[in-house]
């Protein structure tokens, strides 16, 4: 299996080479230069199967020959072994024919557990088979920074620096990366906004000498693994409610498009998907580009689903890409509009692809504060308020096909605003109960890339 840049110019990988480099050297993003489709009876025979039995299938096609199936299946059972649910990925009943996909019963209670556990594992066979080093940086608003500190601690070859906006994220945000207590994981607060820190992360990636000095490499959702890991619990979900026998439909709380396109590749896959929705909060870039094909940045006005506040939603590239028919120098000429004018038009037959897959709507604040509210009486469920952004939206698609919405996070990792809506403050589930006693360990920086770098350089070589 080969991968190739969204821009056309970078040179082609393999799986293994994809995931250590993250992003493309002529700045695009990396896809598989074709997609495996599984057949209808594949898909069926998914029914039943274990969480890891099913990825191990539904991903096996895109590795190629950069792991064995014996080293393939040990990440994978690495990987989801520190879950706190037997399905993994569980399913409940919200209304008929309305469901609630639970993403969050993993160490750091997002989704993004599922794809950084994976690739956490995955870069250890690599590089602990070449004798190879990395340093892995990464920017977060909170939860893949806290999901990637999990991944990696401990891990031998190894050290992983992840930057965050000093007082902008939550306090249980903020413990899970503080209190992991590994001498290779470093939390850094910056002085400074989100922006702040993934310009910094940018600037380190494009200052090449620092990037090959310390093998610099990537785990934000534009490395492609991570969206890999996240097909599997589209299909599990799909097959447990009948498919590929009949079809359902997806709504997704969106910030960067990297889970929503996930959906998109089970689809290509061959699953039967009717509808990807695309649920945004306020800010809505992406229901506004798929609602009049202009996509056009305003600023990021802070919400309380503060991990889809986005401004540039990196994973659309990939979307574009397809729409495009696959020119690399279209996506290069968009990307360029962007970068000087803040937006770009997308094209009639490019609108008129993205809509065969997907649709959009939004959730104000008060929307989602209403939809926590209503869904504990109604729904019994006490909602995050990333599902909630997907739950409200969801009601404007359901019908005959059952509809999955994608939880997102657990309702403890933002108590403030579940406790706003309901009155209830939602409780860390037992495996965690003492992460506010744990000792905290930091570094304060300056939001300047030669201070960061100087910290990094005496850290790994400590
Ligand atoms: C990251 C995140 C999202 C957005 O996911 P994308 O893949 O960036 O679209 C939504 N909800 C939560 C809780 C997240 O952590």
């Known amino acids: 299996m080969r991968y190739i840049s969204t821009r056309g110019q970078a040179p082609e990988l393999t799986f293994e080479e994809t995931m250590l480099t993250g992003l493309a050297r002529d700045g695009g993003l990396y896809v598989p230069a074709e997609l495996p489709r599984l057949s209808h009876a594949e898909i069926a025979a998914l029914a039943g199967l274990s969480y890891e039995e099913a990825a191990f299938r539904i991903m096996r096609p895109f590795v190629g020959d ?31 024919n309305h469901f609630l996909l639970e993403l969050f019963h993993g160490p750091t209670l997002a989704f993004k557990d599922f794809a950084m556990q994976l690739i956490g594992q995955l870069f250890q066979t690599a590089l602990s088979r070449s004798g190879e080093r990395v340093t892995i940086v990464g920017a977060t608003s ?14 031998d070859n190894v050290d992983v620096f992840i930057l965050y906006p000093h007082g902008r994220v939550s306090d249980v945000q903020r413990r ?21 820190a993934q310009a910094r992360l940018k600037d380190m990636f494009n200052d090449f000498t620092f990037r090959d000095e310390v093998r610099l490499a990537g785990v934000n959702s534009i490395n492609f693994a991570r969206v890999l890991a996240q097909v599997v619990y589209y299909f599990t979900s799909a097959v447990a409610l009948g498919a590929p026998h009949r079809p359902v439909s997806f709504t997704v709380p969106t910030g960067n498009f990297g889970d929503i396109f996930a959906g998109y590749l089970a689809k290509r896959m061959g699953l039967p998907i009717e509808k990807l929705v695309v649920a945004t909060n306020q800010n809505d870039i992406l229901h506004r580009a798929l609602s ?14 503060p991990s889809m506040d986005i401004q540039v939603s990196s994973n659309f590239e990939r979307a574009l890409f397809d729409a495009y028919g ?17 937006g770009f038009h997308i094209s009639q037959g490019a609108l008129e692809s993205l809509r065969a897959d997907f649709a959009s709507g939004r959730a104000s604040e008060e929307e989602t504060s209403a939809m926590i509210a209503r869904a504990l009486p109604q729904m019994g469920e006490l909602l995050c308020p990333h599902s909630a952004v997907g739950v409200h939206v969801a009601q404007g698609f359901l019908g005959s096909t059952p509809m999955v919405t994608l939880a997102t996070a657990h309702p403890a990792k933002f108590p403030d605003a579940v406790e706003v809506a309901t009155g209830i403050r939602p409780a860390l589930p037992p495996r965690m109960a003492d992460l506010h006693e744990r000792p905290e360990r930091m570094t304060r920086v300056e939001n300047d890339l030669h201070e960061i770098e100087t910290l990094i350089r005496k850290e790994i070589a400590a």
């Not at 909170?142 to 891990?155: I, Q």
């Not at 120098?329 to 990307?335: G, K, P, W």
């Open 292 to 305: 009049t094909g202009d996509y056009v940045t305003h600023g990021v006005s802070p919400s309380i689903s």
């Open 142 to 155: 909170g939860d893949t920074g806290s999901a990637a500190m999990e991944a990696f601690r401990g891990l």
């Open 326 to 342: 696959r020119d690399g120098a279209a996506v290069a000429q968009l990307m360029d509009e962007l970068k000087q004018g803040g």
């Open 66 to 96: 950069s792991f064995t199936d014996a080293e393939f299946g040990d990440c994978i059972a690495r990987a989801y072994a520190g879950f706190g649910h037997a399905a993994r990925a569980p399913l409940k009943q919200l209304q008929d």
């Open 176 to 196: 899970q990366m503080t209190t992991v207590s590994e001498a290779n994981a470093h939390a850094l607060a910056i002085t400074g906004s989100f922006d702040d």
